[in-house]
């Protein structure tokens, strides 16, 4: 696909991923390394909390959700270029799961001290096979007009 600048992006335009399946064993080693709690890395422990069983921590979902967006969203010239944002996780992504990224163009502005480029206000949710959030990104993001 070719590269989008910020003249190439409106309010209401939408872009799909591809999708990627959540690999149990993948959760583990995450959490194993980065959010090491017991519903993120021992199924029975898992059980007995909040989740209910084997829930993969919120910063692997994001971390797969960006993998998402590089492989196959939005094709952003110059790349995703995060200038802030909000994240909800409203329901837990499972062993699994196969998710997808659905974004939406929110906002675009050019820059008035900037010309080279302006932001971007986008939508990300990531969902599960049967459509549902795991997790809403919504992101300001640095993009060039074209040169």
């Given at each position: 696909m070719t590269a989008l600048y910020l003249e190439d992006l409106q309010?209401?335009?939408?872009?799909?991923?591809?999708?990627?399946t959540v690999d149990e064993a993948a959760i583990k080693a995450f959490a194993g390394q980065f959010d090491p709690q017991p519903f993120h890395l021992d199924d029975e422990a898992a059980k007995a909390t909040f989740f209910g069983g084997l829930?993969?921590?919120?910063?692997?979902t994001a971390a797969l959700t960006m993998r998402l967006l590089v492989d196959g969203g939005a094709p952003i010239a110059g790349g995703i270029i995060g200038?802030?944002?909000?994240?909800?996780?409203?329901r837990p992504t499972r062993p699994g799961d196969v998710l997808t990224v659905v974004s939406e163009v929110l906002e675009v502005s050019p820059s008035r001290s900037k010309p080279d480029r302006g932001m971007v206000t986008m939508?990300?949710?990531t969902r599960n096979q049967r459509g549902e959030p795991v997790q809403?990104?919504?992101v300001k993001m640095v993009v060039p007009k074209r040169p």
């Open positions: 309010v209401g335009q939408t872009f799909t991923s591809g999708s990627l829930a993969a921590s919120g910063w692997h200038g802030g944002g909000e994240i909800i996780w409203p939508r990300n949710e809403i990104f919504t």
